[in-house]
């Protein structure tokens, strides 16, 4: 494999995407810290496909969600600066190296947000379940899934075409 590296600068979307992303995961680190004290020791750590609780357990497990949304970003991020090492369902030229090389950053880019969003979402409905405000993980959960979803297929198509 010996594909051109080139720089290509960071866009407008991911920019955009690199404020939100940071802004979901320092919401629930403070939502986390500010109701710390309102909930109980056992809260609910997993649903079922309905979205309903079929599993409780120590609060402590809250810290997992704001740790893996660090991790991904922080990985996404990293992976975002080498472009040529990504698996593409193309071949790889000269001439359509830096297109497909910014499909595949901005890809990562959705990515990134999507999945730090959809952790600090799960994270605020396990709190306000926990809380007794909310119950289950609602309907937005499984919108956002299938963004995440449609996104990836998205991205793959423009990478063929």
Known sequence: MNRPIISIPR????????????????????YLVMTWTELPNSIPIHFNSLGKVDRWGSRYVLF???????????????????????NYP?????????????????????MKVEIVVLFSYIEWRIIQTALERLSGLGIL?????????????????RMRK
């Open 141 to 157: 959960f499984y919108v956002i899934l299938i963004i995440f979803i449609m996104t990836i297929f998205n991205y793959l198509l």
């Open 11 to 30: 866009t407008e979307v991911e920019f955009i995407h690199t404020i939100v992303s940071i802004a979901a995961i320092l919401f629930t680190i403070t």
């Open 64 to 86: 997992i969600l704001p740790l893996l949304s660090l991790a991904v970003y922080f990985g996404l991020s990293i992976l975002a600066k080498f472009p040529h090492k990504y």
């Open 90 to 110: 193309v071949q790889i030229t000269a001439g359509n190296a830096k297109k497909q090389y910014l499909n595949g950053r901005i890809l990562l880019s959705w």
